[in-house]
Nanobody, 118 residues
């Protein structure tokens, strides 16, 4: 089992920046992919960014050039640096992890709210 805890959400003005952190514990050796998803009210959860254990990244088109995902395997942590935030980025952001064994997003954090004021 893997436990994920997010932090770093909050209120920011449009154009501002926030950095989200996710700390993993438990069987972290089993994890390959880590990522960030988000869900806005009335919308489906969507992928924001993912990163493999060796640092290969993937971004949603809507955040390319503004968001950066990074990972510190020694600290079992993943981060999301969000710059040039827009009101449409407002959502609950979730950290997720996919083990080597399934390749599925089996583990989820509790989520952290990001609010962007216009």
């Amino acid at each position: 089992q893997v436990q994920l805890v997010e932090s770093g959400g909050g209120l920011v003005q449009a154009g501002g920046s926030l950095r989200l952190s996710c700390s993993a514990s438990g069987s972290t050796f089993s994890i390959n992919l880590m990522g960030w998803y988000r869900q806005a009210p009335g919308k489906q959860r969507e992928m924001v960014a993912t990163i493999t254990r060796i640092g290969v990244t993937h971004y949603a088109d809507s955040v390319k050039g503004r968001f950066t995902i990074s990972r510190d395997n020694a600290k079992n942590a993943v981060y999301l640096q969000m710059n040039s935030l827009k009101p449409e980025d407002m959502a609950v952001y979730y950290c997720s992890a996919a083990p080597y064994s399934t390749g599925m997003w089996d583990y989820w954090g509790q989520g952290t709210q990001v609010t962007v004021s216009s």
